[in-house]
């Protein structure tokens, strides 16, 4: 008999005795809706050249970008704001309820861009509605992290953790990965015209449709949380959480700053460096990204399951003082490569600094919170510092370049990585806390 009622309610005790398989099925279903939603939410920045002009027709096409950026930021503004709520909702009602309302919005937000009419058909109410549909994504987004990674933390088989709750970055850059696919395919089947017409359509209803498959997957799953802890006082509230944790709760921004900067900066931001610094040109460039994005995924595992080995907070500091030292040596050499094979290596080494957190972030955050706050604690700390300094690391970059001090981004990162570092020394091991069911 499935441990799981209609309502979500579950046997406290239900958790301890899955099997292997049902841990790896229920780690597939939870990060399944993580692969979805960050697909659905890059495919937006990736088919902005191809639909900005549909809903900002009178402005030049460089405004158009900027419109259409100006609604991708707004989508990653609401993170924090999904951050609190999802993780209210899933410490409170349950993670898997939390997880299926959040995968549902993304799959409504994706559905609403496929069939949204054009400026030419409804006005000013299209980017209106743009707008709206890339807030509810932003929304479904934030609170996607913090659940997901508290509920694979805590299904996860003992003594495998960090191996199973790596798979998170696994399917986000995964993601990422599928939307250049798709895109990719589009662009070999359909001329530019079609695209502009109406191709940019279809890759909102295949991130629907993903989104459906895996709303399927996630309702069959176990709760981890049982009625009684979800009942607390103190379950899911704020002001708890600010009270009785704020230690760890400051703990998770400091690391989380240094980590969402590094991973957005030899990331989203490399393929502009490539093109606009290290002289590259765009096709090379996507090229040389990919291959990394893929290695970056596979490593993920590997650097999940040797924190089993040597604990988290050992991974941790090794993260934060790697990236210290190495960012500046790895982005100025970077600079003056001539190689596409040598710059691939260099991101490549840095992306595997980088996976000494990203592999267990999740997990190293729930370890640090109790049941009761454990969603809420992770995705709002985690949303807030995502923001600040995640969102905000490739227009920091640029302008450091437009001002003619590039290499001071190279420092930025570097410093943040050093203060990650120190606050992983100063932290106790999560895993002796003994938080984590």
């Known amino acids: ?150 509920y694979m933390s805590e299904v996860a088989e003992p003594g495998r953790k960090g191996f199973y709750a790596s798979f998170q970055y696994v399917t986000l850059i995964g993601g990422q990965l599928a939307a250049l696919l798709v895109l990719g395919i589009l662009q070999l089947f359909l001329s530019h015209d079609e695209l502009v017409a109406w191709g940019w359509r279809i890759p909102f209803v295949v991130g629907a449709c993903a989104a459906l498959v895996s709303l399927y997957l996630r309702r069959s799953l176990h709760e981890t949380t049982s009625e009684s802890e979800r009942k607390s006082e103190t379950a899911g509230s704020l002001g708890s959480l600010l009270r009785h944790h704020r230690a760890a709760f400051v703990t998770v921004l400091g690391f989380t700053a240094g980590g969402s900067l590094i991973f957005y900066a030899f990331t989203t931001y490399m393929q502009k460096y490539l093109v606009n610094t290290v002289g590259m040109s765009t096709p090379t460039a996507s090229r040389v990204m990919t291959v990394c994005l893929l290695i970056y995924m596979a490593l993920q595992p590997v650097f999940g399951a040797l924190s089993d080995r040597i604990g988290r907070r050992t991974s941790m500091i090794a993260f934060g003082a790697l990236a210290a030292i190495f960012t500046v040596p790895i982005m100025t050499t970077l600079r003056g490569v001539q190689s596409p094979v040598m710059a691939g290596v260099l991101i490549t080494c840095a992306l595997a600094i980088v996976s000494l957190y990203s592999s267990i972030g999740g997990l190293i955050k729930a370890e640090m919170f109790p049941v009761e706050v454990r969603a809420l604690g992770v995705g709002f700390s985690y949303a807030i510092a995502n923001a600040l300094f995640g969102g905000s690391a490739e227009y920091v970059a640029l302008w450091f370049k437009s001002a003619g001090h590039e290499s001071n981004f190279y420092w930025y990162v570097s410093i943040m990585c050093a203060i990650a570092c120190i606050v992983a020394i100063r932290m106790p091991d999560p895993t002796r806390r003994g938080l984590l069911k």
């Not at 301890?16 to 099925?25: D, F, V």
């Not at 890059?42 to 050249?49: D, G, K």
């Not at 309302?101 to 949204?116: D, K, N, Q, T, Y």
């Open 1 to 150: 008999m499935d441990s799981t009622s209609a309502t979500g309610a579950a046997d406290p005790h239900a958790i301890e005795h899955l099997t292997s398989r049902q841990r790896i099925y229920a780690i597939v279903g939870a990060s399944s809706g993580n692969l979805v939603e960050w697909f659905d939410f890059y495919i937006y920045s990736f088919c902005a050249l191809y639909f900005s002009s549909a809903f900002f027709p009178k402005a030049n096409p460089t405004v158009q970008l900027l419109n259409t950026a100006g609604i991708f930021a707004a989508g990653f503004l609401m993170r924090p704001v999904g951050g609190w709520l999802f993780g209210r909702i899933a410490d409170r009602y349950g993670r898997r309820n939390a997880m299926m309302i959040s995968v549902l919005m993304m799959c409504g937000g994706s559905l609403l861009i496929a069939a949204l009419p054009t400026y030419a058909t409804i006005g000013t109410a299209a980017p209106f509605l743009l707008l709206v549909a890339r807030l509810f994504q932003g929304l479904s987004v934030g609170g996607e992290y913090g659940t997901s990674a508290t």
